[in-house]
């Protein structure tokens, strides 16, 4: 049973109406417990099991810890403690889209623009967090907007592709400035445009979420949305391992300008050529530092252990002299939204991939949300479960648009945090509500942001290769958990990723496919948008796989007598379920978004067939 349903009754049991009164004194005494008694600030909680690490020699625990369920009453410390660690899961994700954005690939901001955008991006998160867990009403209607579950957002990656590539193409054609000697200059108006077309296009988020779920998983089966997250991820593996080897910027350029013969230019401290041996063993040392975490760390260590690598490989580059402190010692001591505004336009060849991009994060979202509901120990079917997807959904596309009005690109539901959920079994919105808090704490210092900024690119490119590789392997995990590999998924599969891949390795394949040189600039706009897309590998993939997915028809021999492997007791694969890529709705469904390797089966093994099920 939900516990949003409350508690059953054989028989009708009157409750006693309650004044005003009564609700003051309960929620008092309440109050007091909480906050001025050891049982409040502590419980009887076992402490060293997030603390406590996994070495070889160490004698295991078997006994799990409490479980703490979504209104479960849990000391304030703890929470404290768990929402402290859910930030710390979610922090690496939050200020890596604002660091490329604002960096050489991007619109090349000043560092104070980019410790702007990171605190920003911090103080949002949190912010837009809260309206995802507390999950309100709208008034007379059925819908919802949030979850109500520990369902905390942040930048989605997806944007990154489609704003490095519409900030190239808006420096190719003098939207964005470039000093005489090709150098790019800093291009506010370019960022505002991509921020301004964002509140636009989420929109289309908003009316999608106002779908039955049922025909939302239809359109987005796992056929669709597996090649699609890992696209994402491959395509932004690039960057973070050139920003390991050194920058992704104008140093990391084959015929590099004379300021940028070193990364990250010759004024730097510590500089060095791109690609130095230097610069690829920090970004090592970061990398191997996770691999430790993971391998011989407490429960805390592990869903943090992005985090400990970044902060060792700070370390040791601060022991090394590869830190400039100029930008932090400038930097103010506090920081809000609107400290710096950029001015919102739309920029027309970019409507057409923001949709893409939304529909992407609609479909993100449902994966997500699946996966909490299923660690939370919720239910994944069921009117309240679908009436979580739609407001969760809704509170995307809501966010979207007050992102964009803060200055911030798309946000999504995060995926990491549904670790945090599983390894501390807790669930609890308390402290889900503390992470929240703990975001803009980090946001509201600028001090903090600043230090993030000025941390050297090799130290952000080892931690962000890999987070970007484990967006990837999520979309490799969506597929082979939701899609029969008979031969007709496998044509599907196939034939959307050999535009995508295209797409991604060779970006600019299409530049010179449209030859119009003429003074229509609304023509020249849409076939910019076009242009756009087909250079966007993800995009391409998405929409193709769709396309095919809803033409070919399945190939009935095929499902007869198939074995769908990790499904759980009780769900079957209906013929047109097949036809859609997708598991009915007989039982648990496979997730459909970033987070899917967090789901559990509910029941029973794999190896059910059709005609068992």
């Not at 979850?147 to 420096?171: E, K």
């Not at 995926?415 to 402290?431: E, H, K, M, Y």
């Not at 890999?466 to 995990?477: C, D, K, R, W």
């Not at 499902?559 to 598991?583: C, F, H, N, R, Y």
């Amino acid at each position: 049973m939900d516990e949003d349903q409350g508690p059953s009754h054989i028989a009708p049991h009157a409750m006693p109406k309650r004044t005003i009164g009564d609700r003051v004194t309960g929620f008092t005494r309440t109050l007091a417990h909480t906050f001025l008694t050891k049982e409040g600030w502590l419980g009887d909680y076992d402490y060293g099991f997030l603390f406590r690490p996994n070495l070889p020699f160490m004698r295991k625990i078997n006994k799990p810890a409490v479980f703490f369920g979504l209104n479960d009453r849990m000391p304030v410390l703890l929470a404290l403690i768990l929402g402290f660690q859910h930030s710390l899961a979610m922090l690496a994700g939050i200020i890596t889209p604002p660091i490329i954005l604002a960096g050489g690939g991007g619109a090349n901001f000043t560092a104070e623009h980019s410790q702007y955008l990171v605190s920003s991006a911090l103080i949002v998160s949190g912010l837009l967090s809260c309206i995802q867990i507390a999950r309100f009403r709208i008034l007379k209607t059925p819908y919802y907007i949030g979850t109500g579950l520990i369902s905390v957002v942040g930048i989605s990656f997806s944007i990154i592709p489609v704003a490095t590539g519409t900030f190239n193409q808006m420096y190719a054609n003098g939207m964005c400035p470039t000093a005489a000697d090709g150098t790019r200059l800093p291009c506010p108006d370019g960022y505002g445009a991509i921020l301004g077309t964002a509140a636009v296009c989420a929109l289309f988020e908003v009316l999608l979420s106002f779908l039955p779920p049922k025909y939302m998983l239809r359109m987005f089966p796992p056929i669709v949305t597996g090649p699609t997250v890992m696209l994402i991820g491959i395509s932004l593996i690039q960057s973070g391992f050139q920003n390991w080897a050194g920058g992704s910027g104008s140093c990391a350029a084959a015929n590099p300008l004379p300021e940028y013969v070193v990364c990250p230019n010759v004024g730097a401290p510590h500089a060095l050529p791109w690609g130095s041996a230097e610069y690829l063993g920090l970004g090592f040392l970061v990398f191997v530092t996770i691999i430790f975490c993971e391998r011989f760390g407490s429960p805390i260590m592990k869903s943090t252990s992005v985090i400990l690598g970044l902060l060792v490989g700070c370390i040791v580059a601060a022991a090394c002299g590869y830190f400039d402190r100029t930008s932090i010692d400038a930097a103010p001591v506090a920081s809000f939204m609107w400290v710096h505004t950029f001015k919102l336009t739309v920029y027309g060849p970019l409507v057409l991939p923001l949709l893409a991009v939304y529909l992407v994060c609609a479909c993100e979202a449902v994966g997500d949300i699946t996966a909490t509901c299923d660690v939370s120990r919720l239910e994944v079917e069921g009117e309240i479960y679908e009436s979580r997807v739609q407001g969760g959904v809704l509170a995307d596309g809501i966010n979207g648009i007050l992102a964009a009005l803060c200055t911030i690109t798309p946000m999504t539901t995060f995926a990491q945090n549904n670790g945090v959920i599983a390894l501390t079994r807790c669930a609890n919105r308390t402290a889900g509500f503390c992470c929240c808090f703990f975001l803009i704490i980090m946001g509201v210092f600028s001090k903090f942001a600043a230090s993030l900024v000025a941390i050297p690119a090799s130290v952000i490119g080892g931690m962000t290769t890999f987070l970007f590789t484990s967006v990837a392997v999520s979309g490799i995990a969506i597929i082979t958990r939701g899609v029969p590999f008979n031969r007709r998924n496998r044509f599907v599969l196939t034939a959307g990723l050999a535009l995508g891949y295209g797409a991604t390795l060779v970006p600019t394949y299409f530049a010179t496919f449209f030859t119009y040189k003429g003074d229509n600039k609304s023509l020249q706009g849409f076939l910019n948008a076009i242009e756009l897309i087909m250079e966007t590998g993800f995009a391409v993939t998405a929409l193709f796989t769709m396309f095919l997915n809803l033409v070919i028809p399945y190939e009935f021999e095929d499902i007869d007598d198939q074995t769908v492997e990790g499904l759980p007791t009780g769900v079957a694969l209906s013929k047109e379920g097949a036809a859609a890529g997708m598991v009915a709705e007989k039982g648990s469904f496979s997730a459909s978004g970033v987070g899917s390797d967090d789901i559990r089966p509910v029941e029973g093994g794999p190896g059910k067939t059709v005609k068992e099920a």
